[in-house]
C-alpha cells in the first residue's frame, strides 16, 4: 500500500498542513507530469542525435534503424511510468486534501480498513440519535428557514465528531477512531440528503 504521507514527505498525523501538501504536490507534478517528461526527452534525444553525426558518421542506416527502434520502445516504457507516478500524485494529493479521506488513509496504513456499506456503530445513542434527526428532517423538509437551521446543525455536529476523531488518532485508539469515521460518514448521508430537498426548494 502506498503511503501518500511519505510520497509527499509530510508527518504521519492530522491536520495536515495543507500549504505544505500544496508545495510538494506541485513540485511532484513537474518532476513528474508527462509534458515535463516529453520535454526532457526531446532534449535528448537532440543531443544524442548531434553527438551521432559527429562520433558515428560512418554507421550504416540499418544500425540506426535499429536503435532508433530500440529507444522508441524505452521511451514508451518511461512514459508509462511516468503517466503511473504522475496519477498516483494525483491520487495521493485528492485523497489528503479531504480531511475524512486523509484519515481514512491514515487508518488504513495501521491496519484497519473502512468496511463502507457495512459501517457498524458501537454507539447506541448515536444511533438513537440519527434516527431522531431524520424524522425530524420529514418534519421540516417543507420549511425553508428551519431547514437552513437544521443543516447549520448537522455541520456543527460533524465538525465535532471530527474533532473527537483528530484526538484518537494522536492518542492512537485506532477503533475508536474508526467508530468517528463511521458517525461521520452517517452524517454525510444526511447532509447530502438536504442538500437534495434545498435544491429542490430552489426550483419553486
Known amino acids: 500500500m502506498i503511503n501518500y504521507f511519505e510520497l509527499f ?34 532534449s535528448l534525444k537532440e543531443s544524442s542525435l548531434n ?37 498516483t500524485i494525483n491520487d495521493g494529493y485528492q485523497t489528503l486534501k479531504n480531511p475524512v479521506k486523509a484519515a481514512q488513509h491514515l487508518l488504513a496504513l495501521q491496519g484497519i480498513e473502512n468496511e463502507g456499506e457495512q459501517d457498524i456503530i458501537h454507539d447506541e445513542d448515536f444511533l438513537l440519535e440519527q434516527f431522531t434527526l431524520r424524522e425530524q428532517l420529514d418534519e421540516i423538509e417543507q420549511d425553508a ?26 492518542q492512537q485508539a485506532w477503533q475508536t477512531a474508526k467508530q468517528q469515521l463511521y458517525k461521520i460518514h452517517y452524517l454525510d448521508r444526511l447532509i447530502e440528503r438536504i442538500e437534495l430537498i434545498q435544491e429542490t426548494h430552489e426550483h419553486f
Do not use: W
Open 9 to 42: 514527505q509530510l508527518p504521519v498525523q492530522l491536520p495536515i498542513d495543507m500549504s505544505a501538501l500544496s508545495s510538494k504536490y506541485q513540485a511532484l507534478q513537474r518532476q513528474y507530469h508527462p509534458d515535463t517528461f516529453m520535454l526532457n526527452n526531446h
Open 51 to 87: 553527438k551521432s553525426s559527429l562520433n558515428n558518421s560512418s554507421l550504416n542506416n540499418s544500425s540506426i534503424n535499429g536503435s532508433s527502434i530500440n529507444k522508441s520502445a524505452l521511451d514508451e516504457s518511461e512514459k508509462a511510468v511516468m503517466l503511473q507516478k504522475s496519477a
Open 145 to 170: 428557514d428551519r431547514l437552513d437551521q437544521f443543516y447549520s446543525e448537522i455541520k456543527e455536529r460533524k465538525k465535532a465528531i471530527y474533532q473527537q476523531l483528530l484526538q484518537d488518532l494522536n
